[in-house]
């Protein structure tokens, strides 16, 4: 009596089993494994054991000094560090400033921008008071005012430079930087931060991060000394905590004391603003008894123009917004009161793999945008797809297969809740591509991060696809 097994159509599936099989023992064959969730290269268990973090603080040893070397470079010099020839096969290079993008941004609702077009458009006219205001989430790549510094600045240089934006008191990772601003603080502060040491109460502020410090620590945020941006400021801010127990501030000017702010009062978010003629000038923090709680400084304009406050933390996940107490970012976002919310993440999902459920990405991703849209029911929403990601798999560099999977999740959770998308992954030439970006000095060795470079490219293609789709707005199409 023959079997099915005996058959071709048997013999065949079979032959699939075994080869499943054998791909689950040899690291090279990995991307036909069928039996188990692909591995990742990085330790991907770990990462998702966010209950073993501390509650609690870690104290910054080091100073927070400006580091011109972060800066971001001019276009013309970046033209510079572009490098290597093309190969066959290779996915065609980007220009770094080029006049449109790749791919425009996705739209199923055809409303996602109206706030921000609303927002902008007033702008561009310069009516009185319309400074147009964006809140750029992120990851690494926003710690570093990577993508966040090439879009404010062609934002800004089109419409108006209303000011810098949102800084936190200090560094609160040593890769933090701002472009067009000077900062410094010295050591002492202590962080909790929605990667850890958590805060109890779950207060981070805007920017994720809660700073506190007792007496005699100082922070100080100052305009640009050099370049077209960022070179004068009308307006500062200080985003700190009231709290029963709080201390003493001292405030300063250019080196003046301008007041004393005691921070004792009911537990909340509280702002305390210094306006000063537009100009170059610094501002300065200084504990000067008790224990004070604040969570950064905004430097803006009054004048008609564009803010983008790029508020990275490293190592986060999308889902980890929400470990903020939700009545507290609300109201933190509403005193902000951006027009456009950003949000761009990916690389530490693509760490975690599989093991984290695409279902559950999806699902924390939209609570996230969602919990974002109660707060600022008039803005608009943006999601930057993840980059491409490349690892070492024995011999061969190959694409982490678990990215199109997380692009998909990004598309979807933004489609449903009516966020714009933008597919970076696509745009950059989709699987294989980061191996060819890092050859060619657009991605980083460690083949998940983008260059200054290819921050620049990023940078641009989002801002030109904002452009298309605002002019797009503009004459009713």
């Given at each position: 009596?023959?079997?099915p097994?005996?058959?071709?159509?048997g013999?065949a599936?079979?032959?699939?089993?075994?080869?499943?099989?054998?791909?689950?023992?040899?690291?090279r064959?990995?991307?036909?494994?069928?039996?188990?969730?692909?591995?990742?290269?990085?330790n991907?268990r770990?990462k998702?054991m966010?209950?073993?973090v501390?509650?609690?603080?870690?104290?910054?040893?080091?100073?927070?000094?400006?580091?011109?070397?972060?800066?971001?470079p001019?276009?013309?010099?970046?033209?510079?560090e572009?490098?290597?020839?093309?190969?066959?096969?290779d996915?065609?290079l980007?220009?770094?400033?080029?006049?449109?993008p790749?791919?425009?941004?996705?739209d199923?609702?055809?409303?996602?921008l109206?706030?921000?077009?609303?927002?902008?458009?007033?702008?561009?006219?310069?009516?009185?008071h319309?400074?147009?205001?964006?809140?750029h989430?992120?990851?690494?790549?926003?710690?570093?005012?990577l993508?966040s510094?090439?879009?404010?600045?062609?934002?800004?240089?089109?419409?108006?430079?209303?000011?810098?934006?949102?800084?936190?008191i200090?560094?609160?990772?040593?890769?933090?930087?701002?472009?067009?601003?000077?900062?410094f603080?010295?050591?002492?502060?202590?962080v909790s931060?929605?990667?850890?040491?958590?805060a109890?109460?779950?207060l981070?502020g805007?920017?994720?991060?809660s700073?506190k410090?007792?007496?005699?620590?100082?922070?100080?945020?100052g305009?640009?000394?050099?370049?077209?941006?960022?070179?004068?400021?009308?307006r500062f801010?200080l985003?700190?905590?009231?709290?029963?127990?709080?201390?003493?501030?001292?405030?300063?000017?250019?080196?003046?004391?301008?007041?004393?702010?005691?921070?004792?009062?009911?537990?909340?978010s509280?702002?305390?603003t210094?306006?000063v003629?537009?100009?170059?000038?610094e501002?300065?923090?200084?504990?000067?008894?008790?224990?004070?709680?604040?969570?950064?400084?905004?430097?803006?304009?009054d004048?008609p123009?564009?803010?983008?406050?790029?508020?990275g933390?490293?190592?986060?996940?999308i889902?980890?917004?929400?470990?903020?107490?939700?009545?507290?970012?609300?109201?933190?976002?509403?005193?902000?009161?951006?027009?456009?919310?950003?949000?761009?993440?990916g690389?530490?999902?693509?760490?975690?793999?599989?093991l984290?459920?695409?279902?559950?990405?999806?699902?924390?991703?939209?609570?996230?945008?969602?919990?974002?849209?109660?707060?600022?029911?008039?803005?608009s929403?943006?999601v930057?797809?993840?980059m491409?990601?490349?690892?070492?798999?024995?011999?061969?560099i190959?694409?982490?297969?678990?990215?199109?999977?997380?692009v998909?999740?990004?598309?979807?959770?933004?489609?449903?809740?009516?966020?714009a998308?933008?597919?970076?992954?696509?745009?950059?030439g989709?699987?294989?591509?980061?191996?060819?970006?890092?050859?060619?000095?657009?991605g980083?060795?460690?083949m998940?991060?983008?260059?200054?470079?290819?921050?620049?490219?990023?940078g641009?293609?989002?801002?030109r696809?904002?452009?298309?789709?605002?002019?797009?707005?503009?004459?009713?199409?």
């Open positions: 009596m023959s079997t097994f005996g058959s071709p159509p013999i599936a079979l032959t699939v089993i075994a080869l499943g099989m054998l791909a689950e023992r040899v690291p064959l990995e991307p036909l494994a069928i039996f188990h969730a692909p591995r990742t290269p990085e991907a770990g998702l966010e209950a073993a501390p509650v609690g603080e870690a104290k910054l040893t080091r100073e927070t000094e400006t580091r011109s070397e972060l800066a971001q001019d276009t013309e010099s970046l033209e510079g572009l490098r290597a020839e093309a190969r066959a096969g996915v065609p980007p220009a770094i400033d080029a006049a449109d790749p791919l425009p941004l996705a199923p609702s055809g409303h996602a109206d706030g921000f077009v609303r927002a902008l458009t007033a702008t561009a006219r310069k009516e009185a319309a400074v147009t205001r964006i809140a989430f992120g990851d690494s790549i926003v710690v570093s005012d993508v510094g090439t879009l404010r600045r062609k934002l800004q240089a089109q419409f108006g430079d209303s000011g810098h934006g949102f800084m936190l200090a560094n609160a990772w040593p890769a933090y930087f701002h472009n067009d601003v000077t900062r603080a010295t050591a002492g502060w202590s931060r929605i990667v850890g040491p958590y109890a109460d779950g981070y805007l920017g994720g991060v700073f410090a007792d007496r005699n620590v100082l922070a100080r945020f305009t640009a000394k050099s370049g077209p941006f960022g070179r004068t400021a009308s801010t985003d700190y905590l009231a709290d029963p127990d709080g201390g003493t501030l001292q405030v300063s000017v250019d080196g003046l004391e301008r007041a004393l702010l005691d921070t004792r009062g009911p537990k909340k509280a702002y305390f210094i306006a003629p537009d100009d170059a000038h501002f300065e923090i200084f504990t000067k008894s008790g224990v004070s709680r604040a969570f950064g400084v905004v430097l803006e304009r004048t123009g564009v803010v983008l406050d790029a508020l933390v490293q190592g986060a996940r889902r980890f917004l929400d470990k903020e107490d939700d009545a507290h970012w609300a109201e933190q976002l509403a005193w902000r009161k951006p027009d456009l919310l950003i949000y761009e993440f690389a530490n999902e693509s760490g975690d793999g599989f984290y459920p695409m279902t559950d990405y999806h699902r924390t991703m939209k609570d996230v945008l969602l919990q974002g849209q109660r707060a600022r029911p008039s803005a929403c943006l930057i797809g993840a491409d990601r490349a690892a070492k798999v024995g011999e061969e190959v694409s982490m297969r678990v990215i199109p999977a997380i998909a999740e990004q598309r979807s959770a933004a489609a449903e809740v009516g966020c998308f933008f597919d970076t992954y696509t745009a950059m989709g699987a294989h591509s980061m191996p060819t970006w890092v050859r060619r000095g657009l980083q060795a460690d998940t991060h983008p260059s200054a470079v290819g921050s620049e490219v990023i641009n293609w989002v801002f696809a904002l452009m298309q789709a605002y002019n797009a707005a503009r004459h009713g199409h």
